[in-house]
């Protein structure tokens, strides 16, 4: 889908990250532009996860070095809720439980307050109701989950599935996905998968972050990214994704080296 | 994050004002002599002098409860003046009679009087340090035979029917501070719903204890004859000063056959300062007999404020087939401390009870929940269901569950749930992650958190206590 030319909607240069004192990220240099697909792989515990909460502002990470630009802003001198506002979505990894608070609740008050901060009219909860509804439809996602408190007992698949509802609702700029596929039945992973097709255009972009290239063959990544100690060690086209699944990560090291 | 949740419950208290009205003060200290002044300055019957002598020798024996999980310095009885009123206090037949200054305290705490009170349809008895000094829409109540007065004016005016029911349902003797309350009591609420006559309005009453270092004593007294129904409301401020203050009242609720009572209450008393100094020490007995067949006696109380709450609001369920429920939310913040609960005491065959009660602690607070089902032998099936959920927000807090259950009868059916959670960091950041700021995201926990108890609150009281606890927990963020 790209063609390199579309703008920079994000642009990261030598981020550095500690949590709890400990660094994780040690200098990360990552560029998105708009239209573009990018899968960022890599063994457990490199810092996929901390580079993506990094990036959504989560305060129990401390950045020590480098620079994030999101759309032409200082994406580092925003607060997390200002980031979402300014069209950064972070799918979780491990999405939260939020018991007693309804669903549609949350999903409308999130709504009205990124959209409404676009200047799109709020919803009440009747106009909300039929809107989410729809999104739901392009999830196949029953509408029972809408009454349940937020991702309670949902399954692991079933959280995924509201984390791209979400994604649907809020119209990010950028989008990234930490492991939405992980916990998808099959059925399930085609679904997402048309879902975030769905989502995608020229204007925005996604990040995908994988251990599977199975994902990857319904999403089509312009880049492959290897993350390996905090770094991104390797970048190529989809056909590294293959080759990684044939070989796995230890090559990669020993070709750096 | 932590400074983010902290800003967010460090909200000022509203209603920390004094008023400057020139009151009729005992001097401090206890014996015989005031509690002789206290009966005399009232004007009572012999019996009721006897009744508080009573209370007074028998509290002498006594000693101060240490079971409840609180700390607190020891209480000087003799450090506190057990009589204050507003002076005048000759009765006052209509508002417009009312010390102005007296007036704007209300309007300062809101309290729904004169039209407003007419458009809410609301009954309201206000007591102001010992005294009651409006009573309005009483005259409606009259109409159908619905008596709603102060303490003091029941006690001239239906003397046979507080002579019947005082001390029957919690006795002078019950424990430390319904013995001392028995003996010092000044005023309080009366109300009476004659047979089969259901309460055309909600009755409400605001107390507030204004006098530094004058404790309140207040003694509530409802009675709900045959068929009868009534929802009372209770409504508490205090201001703020930097020494405690003791408010020990007592509470008596009576169900005849068929009869209902709702008891719904929002305290708001001062709770200290955020290092613990001042602040109300609330040790309240409030019990409710369900003494007819099917009879139904409702608790339902919001709790946000005091330095320490001690309270217990129970229901003996005496008559056959009767029914008795506990809702309660409790919020403590900063350095308070609760410990609330209830008692559910079946005696009767199939009675019935539920406990709901939702803790919150945030701050260095401390709540815990303190609950006793209690089955006796002739409670045949009866059943008793109980939840306790406690809420923490941030680190430092404490919760606490200490249920009691004893069954000595084996047809009786008691399900007992617990859980705890915490508003912690993730939730927070996930919140964040959707554009949601943190002070929106407590706020809609909590709402969530607390739903089951505020749909037993009538609407008008819901709202405000939806209001409270925003107020407790809102507070500019970053
Ligand atoms: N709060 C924390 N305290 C201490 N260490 C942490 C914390 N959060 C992350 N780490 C550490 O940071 C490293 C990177 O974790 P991260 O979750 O980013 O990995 P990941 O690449 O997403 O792994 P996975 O593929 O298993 O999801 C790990 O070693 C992890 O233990
Ligand atoms: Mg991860």
Same mark, same amino acid.
């Given at each position: 889908?790209?063609?390199?030319?579309?703008?920079?909607?994000?642009?990261?240069?030598?981020?550095?990250?500690?949590?709890?004192?400990? +660094?994780?990220?040690?200098?990360?240099?990552?560029?998105?532009?708009?239209?573009?697909?990018?899968?960022?792989?890599?063994?457990?515990?490199?810092?996929?996860?901390?580079?993506?909460?990094?990036?959504?502002?989560?305060?129990?990470?401390?950045?020590?070095?480098?620079?994030?630009?999101?759309?032409?802003?200082?994406?580092?001198?925003?607060?997390?809720?200002?980031?979402?506002?300014?069209?950064?979505?972070?799918?979780?990894?491990? +999405?939260?439980?939020? +018991?007693?608070?309804?669903?549609?609740?949350?999903?409308?008050?999130?709504?009205?307050?990124?959209?409404?901060?676009?200047?799109?009219?709020?919803?009440?909860?009747?106009?909300?109701?039929?809107?989410?509804?729809?999104?739901?439809?392009?999830?196949?996602?029953?509408?029972?989950?809408?009454? /349940?408190?937020?991702?309670?007992?949902?399954?692991?698949?079933?959280?995924?599935?509201?984390?791209?509802?979400?994604?649907?609702?809020?119209?990010?700029?950028?989008?990234?996905?930490?492991?939405?596929?992980?916990?998808?039945?099959?059925?399930?992973?085609?679904?997402?998968?048309?879902?975030?097709?769905?989502? /995608?255009?020229?204007?925005?972009?996604?990040?995908?972050?994988?251990?599977?290239? /199975?994902?990857?063959?319904?999403?089509? +990544?312009?880049?492959?990214?290897?993350?390996?100690?905090?770094?991104?060690?390797?970048?190529?086209? /989809?056909?590294?994704?293959?080759?990684?699944?044939?070989?796995?990560?230890?090559?990669?090291?020993?070709?750096?080296? | 994050?932590?400074?983010?949740?902290?800003?967010?419950?460090?909200?000022?208290?509203?209603?920390?004002?004094?008023?400057?009205?020139?009151?009729?003060?005992?001097?401090?200290?206890?014996?015989? &002599?005031? !509690?002789?002044?206290? &009966?005399?300055?009232?004007?009572?019957?012999?019996?009721?002098?006897?009744?508080?002598?009573?209370?007074?020798?028998?509290?002498?024996?006594?000693?101060?409860?240490?079971?409840?999980?609180?700390?607190?310095?020891?209480?000087?009885?003799?450090?506190?003046?057990? %009589?204050?009123?507003?002076?005048?206090?000759?009765?006052?037949? #209509?508002?417009?009679?009312?010390?102005?200054?007296?007036?704007?305290?209300?309007?300062?705490?809101?309290?729904?009087?004169?039209?407003?009170?007419?458009?809410?349809?609301?009954?309201?008895?206000?007591?102001?340090?010992?005294?009651?000094?409006?009573?309005? %829409?009483?005259?409606?109540?009259?109409?159908?035979? @619905?008596?709603?007065? &102060?303490?003091?004016?029941?006690?001239?005016?239906?003397?046979?029917?507080?002579?019947?029911? =005082?001390?029957?349902?919690?006795?002078?003797?019950?424990?430390?501070?319904?013995?001392?309350?028995?003996?010092?009591?000044?005023?309080?609420?009366?109300?009476?719903?004659?047979?089969?006559?259901?309460?055309?309005?909600?009755?409400?009453?605001?107390?507030?204890?204004?006098?530094?270092?004058?404790?309140?004593?207040?003694? *509530?007294?409802?009675?709900?004859?045959?068929?009868?129904?009534? #929802?009372?409301?209770?409504?508490?401020?205090?201001?703020?000063?930097?020494?405690?203050?003791?408010?020990?009242?007592?509470?008596?609720? @009576?169900a005849?056959d068929n009869?209902?009572?709702?008891?719904?209450?929002?305290?708001?008393?001062?709770?200290?300062?955020?290092?613990?100094?001042?602040?109300?020490?609330?040790?309240?007995?409030?019990?409710?007999?369900c003494k007819g067949v099917h009879s139904k006696i409702?608790?339902?109380? @919001?709790?946000?404020? #005091?330095? !320490?709450?001690?309270?217990?609001?129970?229901c003996v369920l005496l008559g056959d087939h009767s029914v008795g429920e506990?809702?309660? @939310?409790? =919020?403590?913040?900063?350095?308070?401390?609760?410990?609330?609960?209830?008692?559910m005491v079946h005696i009767g065959k199939n009675t019935r009870s539920t406990?709901?009660?939702?803790?919150?602690? $945030?701050?260095?607070?401390?709540? &815990? %929940?303190?609950?006793?089902v209690k089955i006796g032998p002739k409670a045949e099936g009866a059943r008793n269901f109980?939840?306790?959920?406690?809420?923490?927000?941030?680190?430092?807090?404490?919760?606490?569950?200490?249920?009691?259950?004893?069954v000595q009868n084996n047809t009786a059916k008691v399900e007992?749930?617990?859980? *705890?959670?915490?508003?912690?960091?993730?939730?927070?950041?996930?919140?964040?992650?959707?554009?949601?700021?943190?002070?929106?995201?407590?706020?809609?926990?909590?709402?969530?958190?607390?739903?089951?108890?505020?749909?037993?609150?009538?609407?008008?009281? $819901?709202?405000?206590?939806?209001?409270?606890?925003?107020?407790?927990?809102?507070? #500019?963020?970053?």
């Open positions: 889908m790209s063609n390199g030319a579309g703008k920079i909607l994000l642009d990261v240069r030598g981020l550095c990250a500690s949590v709890a004192g400990v +660094p994780i990220l040690k200098g990360i240099d990552f560029t998105v532009r708009a239209g573009e697909v990018h899968a960022i792989m890599g063994p457990n515990g490199s810092g996929k996860s901390t580079f993506s909460k990094v990036l959504a502002g989560h305060p129990s990470y401390e950045v020590t070095g480098g620079t994030a630009v999101f759309d032409g802003v200082d994406l580092l001198e925003l607060s997390a809720e200002e980031r979402a506002r300014s069209g950064f979505f972070l799918s979780f990894q491990y +999405p939260v439980e939020v +018991p007693g608070v309804a669903n549609a609740q949350f999903l409308r008050l999130a709504y009205n307050t990124v959209l409404g901060g676009r200047g799109r009219d709020e919803l009440d909860p009747l106009e909300f109701d039929d809107f989410v509804r729809e999104k739901m439809k392009l999830l196949e996602m029953d509408p029972a989950f809408l009454d /349940r408190s937020v991702n309670t007992g949902f399954s692991g698949g079933e959280k995924k599935r509201n984390e791209i509802l979400q994604m649907a609702l809020l119209e990010p700029k950028l989008a990234f996905l930490d492991e939405t596929d992980s916990g998808l039945d099959i059925d399930a992973l085609r679904i997402v998968a048309q879902g975030v097709n769905h989502l /995608r255009s020229a204007d925005n972009a996604v990040v995908l972050v994988t251990h599977y290239q /199975r994902l990857l063959n319904y999403i089509v +990544p312009d880049f492959v990214h290897v993350m390996d100690g905090g770094r991104l060690v390797k970048t190529g086209g /989809r056909e590294l994704a293959l080759e990684l699944e044939a070989r796995g990560y230890d090559w990669i090291g020993k070709q750096a080296a | 994050m932590s400074a983010v949740l902290q800003n967010l419950i460090d909200q000022p208290y509203k209603h920390g004002f004094v008023t400057d009205i020139e009151a009729d003060v005992v001097p401090k200290g206890l014996d015989e &002599s005031v !509690i002789r002044l206290i &009966s005399h300055k009232k004007n009572e019957p012999d019996w009721l002098l006897e009744f508080r002598l009573a209370a007074y020798r028998h509290w002498l024996t006594m000693q101060e409860p240490t079971w409840p999980n609180v700390k607190y310095p020891p209480v000087d009885f003799q450090d506190i003046s057990y %009589y204050s009123a507003p002076k005048p206090k000759k009765m006052l037949a #209509s508002m417009d009679e009312v010390d102005p200054e007296l007036l704007r305290t209300f309007e300062k705490l809101g309290v729904p009087m004169h039209e407003q009170a007419a458009l809410a349809g609301v009954a309201v008895d206000v007591i102001f340090d010992s005294v009651s000094v409006a009573t309005t %829409y009483k005259k409606k109540l009259a109409d159908v035979g @619905v008596i709603f007065c &102060s303490f003091s004016e029941a006690v001239h005016e239906h003397p046979e029917l507080v002579r019947k029911y =005082l001390g029957t349902v919690v006795p002078t003797s019950d424990n430390f501070y319904a013995a001392l309350n028995s003996a010092v009591f000044t005023d309080g609420s009366f109300c009476f719903i004659p047979k089969g006559v259901k309460c055309p309005m909600e009755l409400s009453t605001y107390f507030r204890i204004n006098t530094q270092e004058s404790g309140q004593f207040e003694r *509530t007294l409802i009675i709900a004859e045959e068929g009868a129904s009534v #929802s009372y409301l209770e409504g508490c401020t205090a201001p703020r000063f930097d020494t405690n203050q003791l408010h020990a009242a007592v509470v008596e609720l @009576v005849l009869a209902s009572i709702k008891y719904s209450t929002v305290q708001n008393w001062y709770a200290g300062d955020e290092n613990g100094v001042g602040g109300i020490y609330n040790f309240v007995t409030k019990r409710g007999l409702s608790w339902t109380q @919001v709790e946000t404020g #005091s330095a !320490i709450t001690w309270k217990y609001p129970s506990f809702y309660s @939310v409790a =919020l403590t913040n900063h350095m308070q401390q609760a410990d609330t609960g209830t008692k406990i709901i009660s939702k803790g919150i602690s $945030a701050g260095r607070s401390n709540n &815990s %929940y303190r609950g006793l109980s939840q306790c959920d406690s809420m923490l927000i941030g680190e430092t807090c404490g919760a606490n569950t200490f249920p009691y259950i004893q007992h749930e617990a859980s *705890t959670s915490k508003i912690g960091e993730d939730q927070l950041f996930y919140f964040a992650s959707r554009g949601i700021d943190a002070e929106e995201a407590v706020s809609m926990i909590i709402n969530g958190f607390v739903k089951d108890v505020f749909t037993q609150l009538p609407m008008e009281f $819901a709202v405000e206590a939806g209001r409270l606890l925003g107020l407790k927990l809102e507070g #500019s963020v970053g």
